[in-house]
């Protein structure tokens, strides 16, 4: 089994639904991050939490919510998607490090390709 | 703002070359930069980790060097393979954006290796 894994895989859904993606790991790491890859954009960072009580917003958290329910899981909804929502989305983790500027090593699930009619 | 180029955005070899792929970044202020592979359809897969106190790190055929102050990485193969083709990342990681430990990605080079 993966270390990191996000359901549902692909996803097509319509304008104004909610969508969640759901990440869960079994590598026992605190820090947990949902990113963004378009094309011609790269990756990009929508959340991160570095532990259960910790959430905060990366670059492009508009338009997105998250939950930590546990240390292994981390989700991220989407309360009413768009068409330029349409992308691959990745969770990833990584291990705790002494500064919270250096994200360490970090390792990605398979991504949840979403799109939005 | 931190900006990662990776040049050249595609790169086509014949099997068993040694090669390598550059990676530039505009801010100098780095914790650490990532190398990592992405097969098509497939996540992101770490191949090495470069510190900031680190000149370079090595991982079977792979070798990635670091140089802060020129705002340069490469990661050379040796020996390619056609299992080496894939799109191949980098991403630094320090405070961007207002985001504590958020990487920067570059937007790849894709790579393919001819048998």
């Known amino acids: 089994d993966a270390d990191v894994t996000q359901t549902p895989r692909n996803r097509i859904t319509k304008t104004g639904k909610r969508i969640m993606l759901e990440c869960s790991q079994t590598?026992?790491?605190?820090?947990m991050y949902w990113y963004r890859q378009d094309p011609g954009l790269g990756l990009r960072l929508i959340y991160y939490?570095?532990?259960?009580?910790?959430?905060n917003k990366g670059e492009i958290s508009d338009g997105y919510s998250v939950s930590r329910q546990a240390q292994a899981k981390f989700s991220l909804s989407l309360e009413s998607a768009i068409p330029n929502q349409t992308a691959l989305y990745f969770c990833?983790?990584?291990?705790?490090?002494?500064?919270?500027?250096?994200?360490?090593?970090?390792?990605f699930g398979e991504g949840s390709r979403l799109t939005v009619l | 703002k931190q900006e990662v180029t990776q040049i050249p955005a595609a790169l086509s070899v014949p099997e068993g070359e040694n090669l390598v792929l550059n990676c530039s970044f505009t801010?100098?202020?780095?914790?650490?930069l990532q190398w990592f592979r992405q097969d098509p359809g497939k996540g992101l897969t770490s191949l090495l980790l470069?510190?900031?106190?680190?000149r370079e790190q090595t991982s079977g055929r792979l070798n990635a060097s670091l140089d802060k102050s020129s705002g340069r990485s490469t990661l050379y193969i040796a020996a390619s393979q056609p299992g080496d083709s894939a799109t191949y990342l980098c991403?630094?990681?320090?405070?961007?954006?207002?985001?504590?430990?958020?990487?920067?990605f570059g937007k790849g080079t894709k790579l393919s290796v001819k048998p």
């Open positions: 470069i510190q900031s106190s680190q």
């Open positions: 939490s570095f532990d259960v009580k910790d959430i």
């Open positions: 590598k026992g790491h605190d820090r």
């Open positions: 801010d100098s202020a780095i914790y650490n």
């Open positions: 990833a983790t990584s291990e705790t490090s002494g500064t919270p500027y250096n994200t360490g090593e970090l390792f």
């Open positions: 991403a630094v990681g320090g405070y961007y954006g207002g985001s504590q430990g958020n990487l920067i």
